[in-house]
Each structure stands twice: as C-alpha cells, then as structure tokens.
T-cell receptor, first 115, second 111 residues
Framework: ETGVTQSPTHLIKTRGQQVTLRCSSQSGHNTVSWYQQALGQGPQFIFQYYREEENGRGNFPPRFSGLQFPNYSSELNVNALELDDSALYLC??????????????FGPGTRLTVL | DAKTTQPTSMDCAEGRAANLPCNHSTISGNEYVYWYRQIHSQGPQYIIHGLKNNETNEMASLIITEDRKSSTLILPHATLRDTAVYYCIVRVDGYGQNFVFGPGTRLSVLP
C-alpha cells in the first residue's frame, strides 16, 4: 500500500509568481485535504476535495485554488505569491467514510519559500 | 480556533512512560479525540483516536475520562525517536470535517 506522496519537496519562488503543488493520495482514498503550516505553528486547513469537488474551505483567499483528478490525486495552486505564503504545505488523504474511520493520513509536505 | 488545550512542552526520560494530557471541556457527543505527532517538519503522523472508550494500538494508549472533558495519550516506553510535537484534536465524525490543529505539546525524550 502506497502512502501519500507530494511533489516537489522544496520550491523557491519570487513574490507575484504562481505555484502548483501536487499530491497523490493513499491507495483506496477518495478525499484529499490541503493544509498550510507556517514556521512554529500548527497546520491550518485550506480546503478539501471529495470525488473531484471542493468539499469545505478554510479562511484562505481565492488565489488559493485546487483541483482533484479522477484518480483522486490533487493539485494546490497559489497565484500572486506573497512573502507570507512561505510555509510547509501538507496534503492529507482519507477514505471519505463516517463511523470514526475518516482518519486523515498526511504526506511529507512541500516546503515553499517566497522571496 | 482549536477546541483543545495542551501543555506547551514536556520532558520524559528514555524508557519511561510519557503521559501527554489534553483538555477538551467543550467537546460534543459526536466529536472524536484524535492524536497526531509531527517530527521536525515532516508531515503529521496519525497515532490514535477514540470516542468514549479507552483505545490502544501498537504506538500508544488513549485514556478518555468518563465525562470526556479530558484525555491522556500514553507512550508506554518512550524512545529518543518519540521526540516530536504532539497534537490533540477533537473533530466531528464524517467526511468533509477537517482537523483544527492547535500549537500542540513539544515532547522531548531525554537520554
């Protein structure tokens, strides 16, 4: 069973640029959630995708957008990058079921630095 | 905002049990208690979760008080590799429910 994978591992961009981060969900999982983790803080929820539709969003501006593909992999896109977007971006997948079984499993993250 | 409070940091001697407390006094009847840990900027690692009953797996035990207002994560024989930030989270069951992380407890296992 393959776990959650993310690419790239590290990324350096300049202010105003656009970035795309990628996530492959764990086998058998149809739900992907994205989180942003600034240095020294806990992860903050960005949004979730379930069967290719956005299924919940945190307090992030519209320049943060996403996609989920038929194979349940996902992309996070950030436009007009700002210095404060520098963070570890985490993807988590889950099976999308209820009954206490919807545990999220996290990938290793993508470290984004905006200069 | 996170619905849990945890100590900022704790130390534990290697080989001893690490007992990490968590207060969740406003927990609702349909909210589970989850524990994750994060080792030095890696992705958070799932440890255990429970609703009412105590739970045990190969990593840890979770003790939930009868009134469900607090819980304790127990690592029975802490090793240096257990040094990490531990997050206690309460979350409603079901898909579409995200995790709200607080600052967690930084556990240092000392040789």
């Amino acid at each position: 069973e393959t776990g959650v994978t993310q690419s790239p591992t590290h990324l350096i961009k300049t202010r105003g640029q656009q970035v795309t981060l990628r996530c492959s969900s764990q086998s058998g999982h149809n739900t992907v959630s994205w989180y942003q983790q600034a240095l020294g803080q806990g992860p903050q929820f960005i949004f979730q995708y379930y069967r290719e539709e956005e299924n919940g969003r945190g307090n992030f501006p519209p320049r943060f957008s996403g996609l989920q593909f038929p194979n349940y992999s996902s992309e996070l896109n950030v436009n007009a990058l700002e210095l404060d977007d520098s963070a570890l971006y985490l993807c988590a997948s889950s099976s999308g079921t209820s009954g206490g079984a919807d545990t999220q499993y996290f990938g290793p993250g993508t470290r984004l630095t905006v200069l | 905002d996170a619905k849990t409070t945890q100590p900022t940091s704790m130390d534990c001697a290697e080989g001893r049990a690490a007992n990490l407390p968590c207060n969740h006094s406003t927990i609702s009847g349909n909210e589970y208690v989850y524990w994750y840990r994060q080792i030095h900027s890696q992705g958070p690692q799932y440890i255990i979760h429970g609703l009412k009953n105590n739970e045990t797996n190969e990593m840890a035990s979770l003790i939930i008080t009868e009134d469900r207002k607090s819980s304790t994560l127990i690592l029975p024989h802490a090793t240096l590799r257990d040094t990490a930030v531990y997050y206690c989270i309460v979350r409603v069951d079901g898909y579409g429910q995200n995790f709200v992380f607080g600052p967690g407890t930084r556990l240092s296992v000392l040789p």
